[in-house]
């Protein structure tokens, strides 16, 4: 029951991913932060079986990093997506295949352009103006349908998030601890203040 | 429903017309009744060539990504184009290559011969295997559709315009009845010295 959201907007890519580290049906952590960031403009947020997540999000890291390193200039979101879709895809025919679903965010260091892709464990890769991973895109992705705008505001882009996050609570029958909101824009990412204590009532 | 081939949906069709040739498409991509992505194109232009890939999108990707290179590497060498049928027995024997392990894509190339200007369409299963035609060629989870419409649209000598006409319906059609397809469509139609790319909107549910 992990949340990975991801919307873009005017000037913006926003990543979403829920606090909740479980374990079967046990919660063992809830400010769990499911995200990496690969490089100043780009953010990848990942779900899927436990030790994988954190291996191949951090191994993709650490090769984005050494790229930046090396040729003093950062890889943009739709070439590192590409990267990492290539890595998944040789992973998935070895013995033993990376069981990871990814959401990769960023905005373009020179156009400026925001972008978002979406990644799952076959290595399918898709750009997208706005995405879920898991269950959520059921309930998530018609909400999106109906109130996305490619040129909407960061603060509409929250106020459509919080939407897509109420209906989460209101249907999902685990609490997924609220989520970790970070925005990434041409300044770089960062950390969004958002209200995980907000009670949803059933319908 | 778990076939790799219907997994994520597509559909792919290919005609030949009198000294011009069409391919097309649908945008969908999918997982099982889920629809993920509605700007997922299946066909690949390598130089004067074309090649559709319908099935598991991975592979789509993975297939289209090597062929690029391969593409790449032959124009290198030989300092000129691939022609359509050279094209065609290197997916043949880069699929076979993978004869216990294959690559879950159903190809369609499509494209003009370079010396004689002949049309020239052909497919593959999903281990290389060529299915040379005369008329058209379909692929993807639409394919019965397709063949339903293109055997009753389709007729020979067709001139660019019309052979546009017969393609777009015939894959438009199709694809309404296939709920894993649609979603918009490309549409390439091939004359000598011209290509026309024509993206159809199409039905949106």
New interface residues.
């Given amino acids: 029951m992990e949340v990975l959201l991801g919307i873009t907007g005017k000037d913006f890519t926003l990543i979403a991913a829920s606090k909740a580290a479980m374990r079967g049906a046990t919660i063992l952590k809830a400010s769990d932060d499911k995200t990496r960031q690969l490089n100043k403009h780009t953010l990848v947020a990942f779900a899927g079986e436990a030790g994988d997540t954190i291996q191949f999000s951090e191994y993709i890291q650490a090769n984005a990093q050494l790229y930046s390193m090396r040729n003093e200039s950062d890889l943009s979101p739709s070439a590192l997506a590409h990267y990492v879709?290539?890595e998944l895809?040789s992973s998935?025919?070895s013995r033993k295949p990376y069981n990871v679903n990814l959401l990769l965010g960023g905005v373009d260091p020179i156009t400026h352009k925001p972008s978002l892709f979406?990644l799952?464990y076959?290595?399918?890769?898709?750009?997208?103006p706005y995405?879920a991973h898991g269950y959520a895109?059921?309930y998530c992705?018609s909400i999106l349908d109906k109130h996305h705008h490619p040129d909407m505001t960061l603060v509409q882009g929250i106020k459509v998030l919080e939407m897509c996050t109420d209906e989460l609570k209101r249907r999902l029958p685990i609490d997924f601890k609220g989520m970790t909101v970070k925005a990434v824009t041409k300044d770089g990412v960062r950390d969004i203040e958002f209200n995980d204590d907000k009670v949803v009532k059933c319908a | 429903m778990s076939s790799p081939f219907s997994i994520n949906g597509g559909a792919c069709v290919a005609m030949v017309g009198k000294d011009c040739v069409a391919i097309a498409c649908d945008l969908r991509l999918g997982l099982q009744a889920l629809t993920v992505s509605n700007n997922f194109p299946k066909i690949f232009q390598y130089g004067d060539v074309f090649l559709g890939l319908t099935g598991l999108a991975t592979d789509v990707s993975t297939v289209s990504d090597l062929f690029r290179y391969k593409v790449n590497m032959y124009r290198l060498r030989e300092e000129r184009n691939i022609a359509p049928s050279t094209f065609a027995n290197l997916v043949s024997s880069s699929l076979y290559e993978r004869r216990f392990g294959p690559y879950f894509v159903s190809p369609v190339v499509a494209g003009l011969d370079p010396k004689s200007g002949r049309p020239f369409i052909c497919g593959f299963d999903s281990i290389g295997c060529i299915d040379f035609a005369k008329d058209f060629i379909v692929s993807g989870t639409a394919s019965e559709q397709l063949f339903g419409m293109c055997e009753s649209l389709w007729e020979p000598d067709l001139g660019p315009d019309d052979l546009f006409e017969t393609i777009s319906q015939a894959l438009l059609s199709a694809v309404d009845r296939d709920a894993l397809s649609g979603w918009g469509a490309h549409v390439y139609i091939v004359e000598k010295d011209k290509v026309t790319k024509r993206l159809l909107k199409g039905r949106q549910d």
């Fill in positions: 879709r290539g895809a998935l025919r979406w799952d076959l290595a399918a890769l898709a750009p997208v995405a895109q059921y992705l």
